[in-house]
């Protein structure tokens, strides 16, 4: 199902491009047709409380076999490298704790959005899908590193950070294969995404995660990635490891579309992380293994 604005496609023109109230029609009429499913929701909600129980989760869990399913061979998967396979979901639950199970939710509902894959030009979407979970993985990292986060929080941070592109290429397709068409390594992705299209991924990515009521830490690292210096909220140290993670994966040519854009996020947010050069340099030795990883748990979740 599509949703059409009036008429962005021809945005070179600026009087083509969609005015501020057109603009946030869309982004709400996005927002009603994109959503996660209840039990995704449930499963945030019951990691998030402290009052649940064992027992609380693991019924949200098997009321979605095809979840469960997935966070079973998730869990079994060599990322884990468990010494015996686990059998019982329960057992899995407990082993992996509430909030990585959570995590292993919103990566199997999304990753149902890239199941057809499909692309377009030099963009695929199981690239994006790689790109996303690599950043999650090298966000994780980081946040081991630098001590500043919970490694489980900035994970789903970095997984979810490119969710409005996501949105573009199924909602707005045409104006989207426009975007890739003129994107090349030395222009930012949300500076042509706003000369085209009058918004940019960052932005309608932050509103649709408010739409969803995700947690105020990735709504904040969704919509602020590509500019990590316009945030001054509670959550910064989530978003500046998220800038970060973006720009090494790019580094790397894990890339969101297809083109290398490795614009390094300002100076000042190494130093507030406490990353020197020398634990830059060890994070960087690390990358090509991490990313192995984080490919492999990209293809287990979209079999």
């Not at 603009?23 to 047709?33: A, H, P, R, T, Y």
């Not at 693991?58 to 015996?84: C, G």
Request: charged letters at 20%; a negative charge; aromatic letters at 6%.
């Amino acid at each position: 199902m599509g949703v059409h604005a009036t008429d962005p496609r021809n945005a070179d023109n600026p009087h083509d491009r969609p005015s501020g109230e057109l603009i946030e029609k869309l982004f709400s009429q996005i927002g009603e047709v994109s959503s996660l499913p209840d039990v995704a929701m449930h499963v945030i909600r019951l990691a998030n409380d402290p009052d649940t129980e064992t027992d609380d989760l693991l019924e949200a869990v098997r009321s979605d076999p095809a979840l469960a399913m997935r966070l079973m061979r998730t869990v079994n998967s060599s990322y884990y490298m468990l010494a015996e396979k686990v059998s019982d979901l329960r057992q899995a639950i407990t082993l992996l704790g509430f909030k990585e199970v959570c995590n292993l939710a919103l990566t199997a509902y999304v990753a149902r959005l890239f199941k057809e894959a499909s692309g377009y030009g030099q963009y695929t979407r199981r690239g994006l899908w790689n790109h996303m979970v690599g950043v999650g993985m090298v966000a994780r990292l980081l946040a081991r590193t630098c001590g500043k986060v919970a490694p489980q929080e900035v994970y789903l941070a970095g997984l979810l950070h490119d969710l409005g592109l996501i949105l573009i290429d199924q909602y707005l397709h045409r104006p989207f294969c426009r975007v890739v068409d003129v994107l090349d390594e030395d222009t930012p992705v949300c500076q042509v995404e706003t000369r085209l299209l009058g918004f940019d991924h960052a932005a309608l990515g932050e509103y649709v995660a408010v739409k969803w009521n995700l947690p105020p830490q990735l709504t904040a690292a969704i919509g602020h990635h590509h500019a990590p210096e316009k945030y001054d909220g509670p959550h910064r140290w989530v978003v500046d490891i998220v800038a970060v993670a973006n720009c090494l994966c790019h580094l790397k040519n894990l890339t969101s579309l297809g083109v290398r854009q490795a614009q390094p996020p300002p100076a000042r947010l190494f130093a507030e992380l406490g990353l020197q050069k020398q634990q830059l340099t060890l994070i960087f030795e690390q990358l090509d293994e991490v990313l192995q990883t984080a490919d492999g748990l990209a293809v287990a979740q979209v079999r």
